[in-house]
Structure formats: structure tokens, C-alpha cells
């Protein structure tokens, strides 16, 4: 080969590199490149380069003015494959889908009642013997004494009252010794009283019983159980709902405290004297979703919490937050420190990302808040309400999760989703210089909206 040869050879390689460099899509999902998966769909996003068309599979996949584009192909069992392609570049996936394994049913099986203790507190007594869902009735304290009489799977059956069971994990309680001299407690005296902004209800017994929350409907019902003394051992105290509240259960030694306080108006139309806990969710090494152009939710988290710190302070709030650069904090943590400031009101900042199943690139787009409690639903409608009002982005509703950030019950809680991360038509959106400040100052005309309204 001469060196004229060489040169046109080059020349020619050069020129291939090139278009095949500049001119190809990106993919950024799916970010592990599995080969088995067990779940329903596999989920392709990513950047496509100028007027590039991405066809995944023979068809052709829309692409948002930015680049951005996702598809979500849904996959049989057994072996797939998915061939993902543009002018210049081709890809394919072989993913292997093994199905899912039915969650076995476990028998129930029931034994004469024994005494079991709780070993932490914030313990879940649940309706139940499920570890996931809306099914909490309480949050135990360490050292309350349960009656079990049966077991199904990970968890024990507790006896509360005459044909009122709960269920309990197994891991959470011990046996309390056989040579314990352990007597029934007894009711000692019940008291409730009211004060301007708030009600205190205490129950005291000489011992640590089982209680649960029922917060639906118009009243807040506390029952604390006392099985071992009489079947029908139950002592109630109905407290008829504030219009927006807040309320605490505390237990030492056997006496129950319930505090309710009312979530006080604030004055001249400012936020002032309202205390707020702002957490950008996920953070260092915890990217959380990415986005089709590679962005991640963690960075975007953080610029609407910090646009929200701005705009809450400028109305005369007082405000801390979790985590203020890209740092790793624990849930735990968050929770700590939100419990130290004593807040009214906890604001958790999250970008969505396509579920694994159901997966409609078109209908998982927009802002959805969700809220735990019954006594954070409004503000969480509020709060929606406002930024779909504000913000030209999709409504995707309000929705009750059990989420760890939300359980407590001493502040009003909330997390904003403000756009899937992975939809490309709110990738244009988030992606905005306006986007931070815009859904900042939405979540803050909600909380005020909702704070003043009668
Ligand atoms: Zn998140």
C-alpha cells in the first residue's frame, strides 16, 4: 500500500468514525445492561442526535424536540429480542425474561395465646400479613406486651379484642421469659383535656398495651387493647377532627399520651412563624432516575429544594433542609433531623420515573404529590393543585403511598414528583431555566393556599 493509498483509506476511516460518532443516538436506559430480568417491560431512553429516527423493534419511536425519546417494549417470557436502530448505528438487546414467581401463600396456623414483647418502638401493627402497603393501624412502643395466638408467614397474629386481630413480623417481638412474674395491667384512670389550639387525651394503665389509630371519617379514634384482662377490654377515646391538624401518641411506663394541635392560620397572607422542612430526595452515591438525556434526579431535586428555601423565606417561613449540596443522607437521618426542628410541615422533592409495569410513556407524564397520613391530604391536593395550575405540565394526581419520609403524624408531610424523569416530553420541561423556580414557587403558593383557606 503506497502512501496515497494509506491516506484515502484513512480519509475514509476518519469519515466513518466520525458520522458514526456524531450522528448516533445515545442510550441511557436501560442503565445495567442485564441479560435476565424478571420484570413485565424493558424501558429503552435516550438522545437522539439531529434528525436521527430511532426505530426500536420496526417501529419508529417519537422523539421530543430536545432528542429525547423512550419506549418501553414489553416482553414475553422467555428470550427477546429487541433491536434498536437509526441511520447510522445498531443495536441489539437479547434480554431473557424468567417469570415472575407467585408469592406463596402461607398457611395460617394457630396455637394457644402467648405473651410476646416489642423489641423497638415505631414498631408496625398492621391489618394485615402483608410488608408492603396502605396497612399500618399503629406504631408500637418497645416493651408493649402482646397477646399472639397464630402465625402466617413472616408474621405472628395478635389478639386484641373479641375477634379484633393485627399482625406483627415475627422479627419485631420476643417471647418474654416463661419465669417472669408478669401481671395484666390495669386501667388506672383516662382523662381528656381541651385547650385553645389543642387537646391532650391521656390513658393510664400499669402496664405497656397494644393501641391503634383510626383516623377516617370525622374522628380520630385511639384504642388501646387490654385482651389478656377481658375479650372486651377495649378503652376508646373519640376526638372529633380539627379542620388541620397535627398529633402525636407518646407512651411511658403504661400512660398514653395523645396530643392533637391545630395547624394555626398564618397572618397577613405571609408564612410567617410556619416552620418547614425542605428534603431534596437522593444524593450522592444515590443517583435516583435518570433521565433520556443522562440527567439525574438527585441534581434537579436539589435546584427546586434550594429554589423552594428562597421562595419560603421570602414569605416568611422558616426553613432548614435535609441535605443543601450532593451528599448521601439516610431516610433515617432526613427524619431525624426533621424531628429535631419541629416543623409544621415536611416538603420531600423527588422526579418520577416509569413503573415497572404498566408502563405508558404517554399517561406516566406530569407532577403527582403523595401524601401517607388522612391529616396530609388536603395540603397534598393543595400543593397539586397549585404547581398543575402554575406550571404547564401534566396532572397525574394525588396518590397515598406508604413512604418512610411520610408516617409521621407530628407534622403535616408530603413529596412532590414533579415530572417523570424518563418521559421525553417532560424532559423539554425539566430541563427549563424557569423549571426550579417555577415548581419552587408553585409548591409555595400551595402551602400558603393551603395554610389560609377556610
Ligand atoms: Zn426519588
Same mark, same amino acid.
Not at 196 to 220: C, M, Q, R
Not at 321 to 346: H, N, V, W
Given at each position: 500500500?503506497?502512501?496515497?493509498? $494509506? ?7 476518519? !469519515?466513518?468514525? @466520525?458520522?458514526? %460518532?456524531?450522528?448516533? &443516538? /445515545? =442510550? ?45 417494549? $414489553? ?7 429487541? !433491536?434498536?436502530? @437509526?441511520?447510522? %448505528?445498531?443495536?441489539? &438487546? /437479547? =434480554? ?45 412502643? $418497645? ?312
Amino acid at each position: 500500500m503506497n502512501y496515497m493509498q $494509506k491516506k484515502i483509506i484513512f480519509f475514509f476511516l476518519s !469519515v466513518f468514525i @466520525s458520522i458514526s %460518532s456524531v450522528q448516533a &443516538y /445515545n =442510550l441511557v436506559l436501560p442503565k445495567d445492561k442485564k441479560s435476565v430480568t424478571n420484570k413485565e417491560y424493558a424501558l429503552f431512553a435516550g438522545k437522539a442526535l439531529n434528525t436521527e429516527t430511532i426505530i426500536i423493534n420496526d417501529k419508529k419511536i417519537y422523539t421530543a424536540p430536545n432528542g429525547a425519546f423512550a419506549h418501553s417494549v $414489553k416482553l414475553k417470557n422467555g428470550h427477546n429480542r429487541i !433491536v434498536i436502530r @437509526s441511520d447510522y %448505528s445498531t443495536r441489539i &438487546y /437479547n =434480554l431473557k425474561k424468567i417469570p415472575q414467581i407467585k408469592q406463596e401463600k402461607f398457611p395460617l396456623k394457630e396455637f394457644e395465646p402467648k405473651r410476646v414483647i416489642v423489641k423497638n418502638d415505631r414498631t408496625p401493627l398492621r391489618q394485615t400479613p402483608e410488608k408492603e402497603g396502605i396497612n399500618r393501624i399503629s406504631h408500637l412502643f $418497645k416493651g408493649t406486651t402482646l397477646l399472639i395466638n397464630g402465625a402466617q408467614g413472616d408474621f405472628y397474629r395478635v389478639y386484641l379484642s373479641k375477634n379484633k386481630y393485627a399482625w406483627v413480623l415475627v422479627n419485631d417481638v420476643e417471647e418474654s421469659k416463661p419465669n417472669e412474674k408478669y401481671k395484666i395491667p390495669e386501667f388506672i384512670t383516662m382523662n381528656s383535656d381541651t385547650y385553645k389550639n389543642a387537646s391532650v387525651h391521656t390513658i393510664e394503665f400499669t402496664g405497656k398495651l397494644p393501641y391503634t389509630i383510626d383516623e377516617f371519617g370525622n374522628d380520630i379514634v385511639f384504642k388501646v387493647y387490654n385482651p389478656e384482662y377481658s375479650q372486651n377490654s377495649v378503652y376508646t377515646i373519640n376526638i372529633k377532627k380539627p379542620e388541620k391538624y397535627v398529633y402525636k401518641t407518646t407512651l411511658t411506663n403504661g400512660t398514653y399520651v395523645f396530643k392533637v394541635n391545630d395547624i394555626l392560620k398564618p397572618e397577613n397572607n405571609t408564612l410567617e412563624g410556619v416552620k418547614i422542612v425542605i428534603d431534596p430526595g437522593h444524593g450522592g452515591s444515590e443517583t435516583g432516575a435518570i433521565g433520556c438525556l443522562g440527567d439525574k434526579e438527585k441534581d434537579i431535586a436539589l435546584k427546586i429544594g434550594l429554589e423552594l428555601q428562597d421562595r419560603l423565606r421570602l414569605m416568611g417561613a422558616d426553613t432548614i433542609m435535609t441535605r443543601e449540596c450532593d451528599g448521601y443522607i439516610s431516610l433515617d437521618d432526613r427524619i431525624e433531623l426533621a424531628q429535631k426542628f419541629s416543623p409544621q410541615i415536611f416538603v420531600s422533592i423527588h422526579l418520577n420515573s416509569m413503573p415497572d409495569i404498566n408502563v405508558n410513556i404517554r399517561k406516566n407524564r406530569g407532577t403527582s404529590v403523595y401524601y401517607y397520613n388522612e391529616n396530609s391530604k388536603d395540603i397534598a391536593r393543595a400543593v397539586q393543585k397549585s404547581i398543575t395550575k402554575e406550571l404547564q405540565i401534566g396532572d397525574d394526581g394525588i396518590r397515598q403511598k406508604s413512604l418512610k419520609v411520610l408516617r409521621r403524624t407530628e407534622y403535616l408531610s408530603f413529596l412532590v414528583e414533579a415530572a417523570y424523569m424518563t418521559n421525553p416530553l417532560d424532559s423539554v420541561l425539566y430541563r427549563d431555566d424557569g423549571f426550579a423556580y417555577n415548581t419552587a414557587k408553585a409548591i409555595a403558593d400551595g402551602i400558603l393556599n393551603y395554610l389560609t383557606c377556610d
